[in-house]
């Protein structure tokens, strides 16, 4: 099992572009959430998804997008990038009803907005 | 929705002190309260986690303390070692967004020896 791989590692953005981070999970788990981490501050959840089809806004969802079109891929689409966009951006997934076990997370995107 | 306050911000001990970092959450019903270690350029990693029909956990020189009716829970590193230096949150589960967990700011804690 490779787990959650998140692509890309690293990305600069130009201000006002756009681009998807990847997300993919080969553990069947139906529970996807994107988080985003600033320097020295904690997690903050921006989507979730409880299963196909199915996602939701989380405490900071401006400025992105997200769709989860089966149960293995929840891609993060930003539109028009901004320097607030600056960050790195968690993926995680959990097997539903666990009520917060089996937690995993990948390894992380670090964005850089110019 | 749940609020997870974190405290200290940092922490610095000598090597063999014990280190403490205190949470509190915002939302009765949550249950789930993992700690997590994160070490510079890499992911959250799960170190102790407690649920809230518990009132102490231990693992080795880690210790996790809740106490429901104040809504507060606690770390406790015993014996500090340099490797312990790293970045420590605490986290509460939050049945309003998917079972989504909600997190602290972070401790910083730096052991020198």
């Known amino acids: 099992n490779a787990g959650v791989t998140q692509t890309p590692k690293f990305r600069i953005l130009k201000i006002g572009q756009s681009m998807t981070l990847q997300c993919t999970q080969d553990?069947?788990?139906?529970?996807m959430y994107w988080y985003r981490q600033d320097p020295g501050m904690g997690l903050k959840l921006i989507y979730y998804?409880?299963?196909?089809?199915?996602?939701d806004k989380g405490e900071v969802p401006n400025g992105y997008n997200v769709s989860r079109s089966t149960t293995e891929d929840f891609p993060l689409r930003l539109e028009l990038a901004a320097p607030s966009q600056t960050s790195v951006y968690f993926c995680?997934?959990?097997?539903?009803?666990?009520?917060?076990?089996?937690?995993?997370f990948g390894s992380g995107t670090r964005l850089t907005v110019v | 929705g749940e609020n997870v306050e974190q405290h200290p911000s940092t922490l610095s001990v000598q090597e063999g002190d014990s280190a403490v970092i205190k949470c509190t959450y915002s939302?009765?019903?949550?249950?789930?309260f993992p700690w997590y270690k994160q070490e510079l350029g890499k992911r959250p990693q799960l170190i102790i986690d407690?649920?809230?029909?518990?009132g102490e956990k231990k693992d080795q020189r880690i210790a996790v303390t809740l106490n429901k009716t104040a809504k507060h829970f606690s770390l406790h590193i015993t014996e500090t070692q340099p490797e312990d230096s790293a970045v420590y949150f605490c986290?509460?589960?939050?049945?309003?967004?998917?079972?989504?967990?909600?997190f602290g700011k972070g401790t910083t804690l730096s052991v020198s020896s």
């Open positions: 995680a997934s959990t097997p539903s009803g666990q009520n917060g076990y089996g937690y995993t």
């Open positions: 553990m069947n788990h139906n529970y």
């Open positions: 998804s409880v299963g196909a089809g199915i996602t």
């Open positions: 939302d009765s019903a949550s249950n789930y």
């Open positions: 407690i649920r809230s029909n518990v």
């Open positions: 986290a509460a589960i939050t049945n309003q967004a998917g079972t989504a967990l909600i």
